[in-house]
């Protein structure tokens, strides 16, 4: 019998599948983009059956690289964008309108008038999120205002909500399962993270009917099996379902408390293993479900820094210092350090600790000696120091001081990165020899559920770090890096942000 698995990361831009073995080893895997649809400005969709179809071109290509067939996957794990919203017919499958990205700010009015409401305080309560257009629920209180007849059709049971899993879920299974995890309800504003269950107050207050609502699962339990897929025979088991960022915590093995990882891509997303408790946070981050067990859920604190790679971007696609993002390690090593000058990111405001929107970047300490090499050593700090600051709102709200941090994501193969990384954080940065975590994870769920993998210490024995880091730099040298960068995002703050 096979054990070998099949992951679906459906991001943003792209669907990736994996084949990974049971010793986490990838087999086979493929990568389709598909088109991003930008009705009007601040407004970002994506169409349900192009998302649909870039899995099924993504899994041909993948099973056949692996020279595996595809009946002989053991199981199919599900990771995806989060908080994406997508409303559809539950006999045909038709989605009666583009998917809302998570990136849409069409509800931001709405949310304003919540907050005026006083909402805030219920909604950090009940889901560890803040009131904002980021999250699922009120971007599907306007579908159902403005798609013509969804109201009326969803009271009368007729239409499904969910978010991209649950559509995977819904068309891998021709429509005989509605379901979502726990991870991803965790991010729709309109689920009760410690009770584990919708909450029928906040589903008022945003005029959802019950009805449309996906069953809540476990991360990782067999929610069904296949049927009617092209390039797949039916009856695979799906199971092991979890966010994108959720699936990166788990694919790098952070079970226990206190584990932490970082994944580098546009922007940064920090998570920290919380256990069973769900901490309220002080600092502005977010309380997320990590993932739940039978029984047991476990929690996460949750960080995101706005730019991370975006910002090498920046200086290839906007400045012309590099030619290709991957130029910027080598140009940054061609000096000492980075001169005095300080780049603090803020290209589309400052996220936690700060949560100022009208913060501006500024290139802070430039001399007739700067150089490119300087502004683009400045670059990848200013990356590091923003962890850093999550890192240390983190600690101050979990009561705990990072131990190590695990990392992936495109911009942790940036060796320069990663060793300032662990010197302004002063700890070990360990990266794995796989940095698409987030695809393992779902795999690891996956494996979990249908019995290829024990128990998570299985999980964590075939887990390979590639490469460790560990602090080099002084404390009077930390402290200095860190006055600077104080110093200079206090210049980048708006006033307003400031107050």
């Known amino acids: 019998m096979s054990r070998h698995l099949l992951a679906i990361d459906q991001g943003t831009t792209g669907s990736t599948v994996m084949i990974v073995s049971d010793a986490a080893v990838v087999l086979g895997r493929a990568t389709r983009e598909f088109r991003q649809h930008f009705p009007e400005p601040g407004l970002v969709e994506h169409d349900p059956d192009e998302i649909w ?36 017919d539950r006999q045909t499958g038709k989605a009666v309108h583009r998917a809302i990205v998570w990136q849409d700010r069409r509800t931001s009015g709405r949310c304003a008038e919540l907050k005026a409401k006083g909402l805030s305080p219920l909604v950090a309560e009940r889901t560890g999120l803040v009131l904002d257009p980021y999250f699922s629920g009120t971007k599907l209180e306007w579908l ?14 007729e239409l499904a909500f969910g978010t991209v899993d649950s559509f995977l879920v819904h068309r891998l299974t021709s429509g005989d399962v509605h379901v979502t995890d726990v991870t991803n309800a965790s991010r729709t504003m309109l689920f009760d993270i410690h009770r584990g269950a919708w909450d029928d107050e906040l589903l008022g207050h945003l005029r959802v009917p019950r009805g449309l609502l996906p069953e809540v699962c476990g991360s990782a339990e067999v929610v069904g099996r296949t049927r009617g897929v092209a390039g797949l025979p039916d009856g695979i088991p799906v199971g092991g379902i979890a966010g994108d960022q959720q699936s990166a915590l788990f694919g790098q093995t952070c079970f226990a408390v ?58 290839r696609d906007q400045l012309g210092i ?40 500024l290139i802070t300490g430039l001399t007739r000696g700067s150089s490119a090499a300087h502004i683009a050593r400045a670059t990848l700090e200013g990356i590091a120091f923003q962890i850093a600051d999550l890192a240390r709102a983190m600690s101050e709200d979990a009561g705990r001081k990072l131990s190590r941090l695990r990392v992936d994501g495109g911009a942790s193969q940036n060796d320069l990165l990663m060793s300032f990384q662990s010197d302004v954080l002063d700890v070990a940065i360990d990266r794995p020899s796989n940095v698409e975590t987030t695809a393992l994870g779902a795999a690891y769920l996956a494996g979990l559920a249908t019995g290829v993998f024990a128990d998570t210490q299985a999980i964590t024995r075939a887990h390979r770090v590639d490469k460790t880091w560990t602090p080099r730099m002084t404390e009077s040298e930390r402290a200095k890096h860190l006055a600077r960068w104080k110093e200079a995002v206090s210049r980048a703050r708006s006033r307003q942000g400031e107050s």
Not at 61 to 66: G, L, S
Not at 144 to 157: M, Q
């Open 53 to 88: 179809a870039s899995v099924l071109d993504a899994l041909a290509e993948a099973t056949k690289q692996a020279g595996v067939r595809a009946q002989d996957c053991a199981g199919i794990g599900i990771t995806n964008q989060r908080e994406t919203t997508l409303l559809w």
């Open 258 to 315: 206190g584990e932490a990882k970082c994944t580098y891509g546009t922007g940064a997303f920090l998570l920290m293993n919380t256990g069973t408790q769900a901490i309220r946070s002080r600092n502005g981050l977010l309380t997320t479900i990590a993932w739940r067990f039978g029984n047991k859920t476990t929690y996460a604190l949750e960080g995101s820094s706005f730019v991370a790679g975006s910002a090498v971007q920046w200086l």
């Open 322 to 361: 590099i030619k290709k993002a991957s130029d910027v390690e080598a140009l940054a090593a061609s000096v000492e350090n980075s001169g005095g000058v300080t780049f603090v990111s803020a290209l589309t405001g400052l996220g936690a600790p700060y949560w100022d929107a009208d913060a501006r970047g």
């Open 144 to 157: 159902l205002d403005h798609v013509d007849g969804a109201r009326a059709r969803a009271e009368a049971s």
